[in-house]
């Protein structure tokens, strides 16, 4: 679905010759006139330069965002750094501002020397060709995805736009994978990172594809302020299902994933209890295994809850798998041709009752499947 | 290899009907006398009835152990427990002893009510035909293992006998898949727990398969004292290499996994952050599926020490794999063919030199294959 950036704001997207097909692999979205923003990155201590660069730019406003996919220049050394000061450099150029009003994003492969003279080459095509339509720039952020990711919601007279990559080392903790949102919205600018993180903390941050933590995640929003004024809690509530749709997108366009799985834990002692039980479910390959092969063998679940927290108790926890209870107070429930029938679906729900409490969250996995041990294991992607 | 019990033990095995293709899958270990014996065991909150009746029995010496495989006996209720009770009180009647004098392990897939009356049918013709081979001992508690797993070490007038089993589920915590240590060593009753929880700490403790921890995990070390007085030191070292030799053999017989991969940690404050680390490292499937490939991607072996340690310096950190230098001090140095050269053999190391500290920790790991997941995709094994 084609969709179009609120009102101030403009992109554009070259194919630079980072990755060797000749695809699109260079983005910039510029906005008319110095925007606030809102950023969430990566905690992984071997962050990449961009991510360094970007994060260091927090509270003052931007006027441009580039972006490069088929390379993370990430332990790329000083080399690496240098990458990301010439290429804002050469966007503030063109573009007729300060280069650290310039936010950088980098996706691909760890550790591969970046051709920046490539991305310098591209960089005046670039800036002088931008268009409202946010497509291009869409397809441009792509590694390994298999279809782009964009998604918007409106607002009475102004509007949120997002586009997302994911595909694998997928497992947030802060942001997640790439994510830019953009809005028109006026909202106050002291409100767009505290408000950001809430959301990032409840969409982007509770998926996961492999459990692997990226270098290079990165989660933008930006705001021209060019539409109406929006009530903070409508903006917030907008932007969470932005966010939110996206976040399924990625999940669901995971690499060699063929099924998502909703992990829902309830009665929790509390949010990060719960948090902790859902994502060691959804990191245990032998239940994704499984949940790839619509073979119902809750006990990897049962497995991977008792892994995660120490004090589970048994008697007390309640397991069902696409609406069929498996594991009720310490009893097996299996009806197993009917929990294998619900898993064979394109998504289904593990729910695990814990009854330790009143605190719930969810997790959004997918399957392990051969393709994505294929996918990974040739040819440094 | 053959293995026979050190003095004072016996063993039998059966085909009880607990596998449907009448393979072995009951097993006894029977002492002469009441046996001082030492215990470790998963940490996980949903562990197996057996588990906990094991573990209820430590400080007591024992006469004898039964263990079945083709079934976990875990999250089966109270029927499960029931079931645990009512075997030790059979071997125990055959035996000669009281039940709380018989240890109690199984393995096998979760969930699944196990059928008692074939072990306890079966009891009587175990009891009577034990012998000191310990190769049936072996072979009966195996799962989806394909090769038996023995090791035995020679003391001065004294041996230690071990047999294991592993495949999948492995990450351990405390104690590890199923290890079954014995010696007629005279030690000190009341050092051998003490012992055997250093040397399980730095063997079984160190593996991982899958980052998936077992509720049956249980490791055990009986003495009979029958032979010769064995000073601590020589015995803890003799129980040491027994351990780390079953360890190694529990890696190279992984489900579906083709090669071992070392993951040596080096220069951590602590141990205990070294183990951190190697763990993160074993764990990421992206990682052990470019390991499977023999795919030189060393980039995901830094992204996962990263995400395991925010404080991580990457421009003190050294990772080679192979023996080749991939990455010194924020720059990139690879050469990758020859990398990918030595990851295509059957083991190799992955060194990390963190640059914090002078604390080292390995962990054995193995490669993610496209087997793994077909392995565990169906047939609730």
Redesign the interface.
Same mark, same amino acid.
């Given at each position: 679905m084609a969709v179009r950036w609120p009102r101030g704001f403009r992109s554009a997207a070259a194919a630079a010759g980072i990755k060797s097909g000749g695809e699109l692999d260079f983005a910039l979205l510029a906005t008319e006139a110095p925007a606030p923003w809102a950023g969430a990155f990566t905690?992984?201590?071997?962050?990449a330069p961009c991510v360094t660069w970007s994060r260091g730019l927090l509270g003052k406003p931007v006027r441009a965002l580039s972006v490069n996919s088929g390379n993370?220049n990430?332990?790329?050394?000083?080399q690496g750094q240098e990458a990301v000061v010439s290429t804002a450099r050469a966007v503030a150029g063109e573009v007729g501002c300060s280069p650290d009003e310039v936010l950088v994003a980098s996706t691909g492969?760890?550790?591969?020397?970046l051709r920046v003279e490539l991305l310098l080459d591209a960089v005046p095509a670039l800036v002088g060709s931008v268009a409202a339509d946010a497509t291009p720039f869409a397809r441009a952020i792509l590694t390994t995805d298999t279809v782009i990711k964009t998604s918007e919601a409106v607002l009475d007279g102004a509007s949120i736009a997002g586009v997302a990559k994911g595909a694998?080392?997928i497992?947030p903790?802060m942001a997640t994978m790439l994510a830019f949102i953009t809005t028109d919205a006026q909202v106050p600018a002291e409100s767009m990172q505290p408000a950001f993180e809430r959301v990032v903390a409840r969409t982007f941050n509770r998926i996961s594809v492999?459990?692997?933590?990226?270098?290079n995640d990165s989660a933008f929003l930006l705001s021209t302020g060019l539409g109406a004024r929006v009530a903070p809690g409508d903006f917030e509530h907008a932007l969470q299902s932005v966010c939110a749709d996206l976040a399924g997108q990625i999940v669901r366009d995971a690499e060699g994933g063929t099924r998502v799985v909703r992990i829902a834990v309830s009665g929790a002692p509390n949010e990060q209890a719960a948090l902790r039980l859902g994502r060691a479910v959804a990191?245990?390959?032998?239940w994704r295994?499984?949940a790839?092969?619509?073979?119902?063998?809750?006990?990897?679940v049962?497995? =991977?809850? #008792?892994?995660a927290?120490?004090?589970?108790?048994?008697g007390a926890l309640e397991v069902n798998i696409g609406g069929e209870a498996?594991?009720t107070r310490?009893?097996?429930r299996?009806s197993?041709a009917k929990v294998a029938a619900a898993m064979r679906a394109d998504e289904f729900t593990v729910e695990c009752v814990v009854g330790a409490g009143r605190a719930a969250a969810e997790i959004l996995s997918c399957d392990?499947?051969?393709?994505?041990?294929?996918?990974? =294991?040739? #040819?440094?992607?």
């Open positions: 905690r992984n201590a071997a962050a993370a990430c332990c790329t050394g000083g492969p760890i550790g591969v020397p694998a080392m497992q903790n492999d459990a692997c933590e990226s270098t990191a245990s390959t032998l295994a499984a790839h092969g619509g073979d119902p063998n809750w006990g990897r049962v497995s =991977a809850l #008792g892994s927290d120490s004090s589970l108790d048994l498996v594991f310490g009893e097996p299996a197993c392990l499947s051969p393709a994505y041990v294929r996918l990974n =294991a040739g #040819g440094t992607t």
